[in-house]
């Protein structure tokens, strides 16, 4: 089936810092890609739509400039935390889809992100 | 927008019973109808998923039942096993826009 690998799985980083997660597709070419925020016994919450080579789709209520979406190649998108605070604290997961065939979404294993 | 529901919020049921786990969606449009699996600090699995052209999918103990006219979609797993405790996420998708419902955590009591 196919693979998506997200990196870092923890990041324990000083508030102010900026952190950046990648989200690959290891065996497919995702033309989309998504990132979602978890919090604890909650549902996922869609922060942005990623599509290759154009600016990223931002939900209602989340900042584009603090989340930057950064959608280079067929097989990576990267979500960058910039000056990360302890509310951003968080899990994050990306997911992408796979081209040709619509609908269907690979999550990646998302990652723990605590601010202090 | 979409919106989906998911009910119960919880559900514990004995080993070997079955669980039922019940979405509804308010858009017509919507196609297609993923359900995933969440075993705490790890990704969502896709579990079953159904379309709008069928009614009813199965996977051994896993079914997933569509009424569109009602536009509610079940999952049904049965002679659950303590394996199965997770959290489950239904979802109502059209395109490349997906919407999760709250999520069910579900207890297989031994």
């Known amino acids: 089936g196919a693979v998506v690998s997200q990196h870092p799985s923890w990041v324990i980083c000083k508030s102010g810092t900026s952190v950046k997660i990648e989200c690959r597709s290891l065996d497919f070419q995702a033309t989309t890609m998504f990132w979602y925020r978890q919090f604890p016994k909650q549902s996922l919450m869609l922060m942005a739509t990623?599509?290759?080579?154009?600016?990223?789709?931002?939900e209602q209520g989340v900042e584009k400039d603090k989340f930057l979406i950064n959608h280079a190649s067929l097989t990576l998108s990267t979500l960058t935390v910039t000056s990360a605070h302890p509310e951003d604290s968080s899990f994050y997961i990306c997911s992408a889809q796979r081209g040709g065939l619509v609908n269907i979404q690979y999550f990646g294993a998302g990652t723990r992100l605590s601010v202090l | 927008g979409e919106n989906v529901e998911q009910h119960p919020s919880t559900l514990s049921v004995q080993e070997g019973d079955s669980a039922v786990i019940k979405c509804t969606y308010s858009d017509s449009a919507s196609n297609y109808f993923p359900w995933y699996k969440q075993e705490l600090g790890k990704r969502p699995q896709l579990i079953i998923d159904i379309r709008s052209n069928v009614g009813e999918k199965k996977d051994q103990r896993i079914a997933v039942t569509l009424n569109k006219t009602a536009k509610h979609f079940s999952l049904h797993i049965t002679e659950t096993q303590p394996e199965d405790s997770a959290v489950y996420f239904c979802a109502a998708s059209l395109g490349n826009q997906f919407y999760f419902g709250t999520g069910t955590s579900l207890t297989v009591i031994p």
């Open positions: 990623s599509n290759e080579g154009s600016k990223a789709t931002y």
